[in-house]
């Protein structure tokens, strides 16, 4: 089984920073064997990709999502966070296992469509009658064919705890664990060329119990797997956080043991320098979402202070209903963007964002030795891209074109090698289908 990708330019995002004007790729039973510039030997007994006027990149990662949402776009479209969960839980609370099928096919079809080969997903909404929704998310995954970080989540705090969801769709801290571990248990895969992985999930300190958070880092670190959950992400929160513990969102998690290295946090908006230095010396990862804290007007994340100080940052697009858009490409311009607002048009370039999105995320979900970037022995997740339409023509520099021009199509995606995008579709999902299934499932909800 071999592949070669030859004539593409090739952006490697080694640590080097290694980039091909003309180069190919030699792909072997899954994995890179060779990346070198110019063109690939002839004769290889391989399926050879033309690559002219493509630009080659390793797959984006994306760290951070909620794939249900994709059925319920559109709603509280002009909220605070507080305002829009509030508006939002009582519609997921009627989730169940075939509008999650349905919603997180399509949500993984946009990801693939926009370069992701990697996603992780934060699934915290487990309603008593929705039957398995995490079966269903997984096999979304499958369905679409890239690889899976699913992230079991829970609530336990309902407003009758001083929470900001329900009652009727928390979970009580035994649940909520035992159905986590169950979840480690049939799903998660360490393996090297890993298609799924399982990572605990509390969802966040405003919806979590202090002691759901600390056994939930215990039952991580004891099954070996990583640990994710929402933080710093509004004023509101940190208000929140200081009067009823008298303490930020970071110390409170510090004080529950979830900084380290198998640790990542969403958002981490609203961080003090000291802070920033914390997540950098614990080696804690931080995924930035730009359009969803855009949409929110949650604030701007210090993005370019993180990378500056060595902590792992990696993007995510965040849950569709707060970013209805949904692609994964559009993150690395929206990323530039926002950190130029901070820091000024220096900020962050867009190799930075390029890296941000690719070795960058697979560092936030400790895959940095497997995947996110373009180098022998790694798994071979690549993202051709088509660079010669007159969205992109006559732009010499085929990285800026990418990241600061319109999406392009996707010439080829492949996950270990395999196509998920060819030509701009999707191989293994029909999107009329898709949508006929998702329009049922989105009705449903807001019918019910
Ligand atoms: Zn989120």
Redesign the pocket.
Known sequence: MKLVIDGAAVSTVDAAGTEHATGHVIVVDGRIQAVGGGAAPKGLDAHYVDGRECLLTPGFVNT?H?LYQWATRGYAQQAILFEWLTELYPVWGRLDADIVHAAASAGLTRLAQTGCTTAAD?HYVFPSNGGDVFAALVSAGERVGIRLHAIRGSMDRGVSHGGLPPDNIVETIDGALAGTADAIGKYHDPAFDSMIRVAVGPCSPFSVSEELMRRGAELARSMNVRMHT?LAETVEEEQQCLAEFGCTPLEYAERLGWLGGDSWF?HGIHFSDSAVEKLASTRTGVTH?PS?NSRLGAGIARTADLLGAGAPVGLGV??AASHEDGGLLQELRQAMYLARQRGGPAALSAREALRIATIGGARVLGREKEIGSIEPGKLADLALWRLDGFEHAGIADPVAALVLGPVPPLALLTVGGRPVVTDGQLTGVDEEQLAAELRVASRRLAER
């Open positions: 951070h909620h934060h929402h969403a979402c969803s965040d849950g």
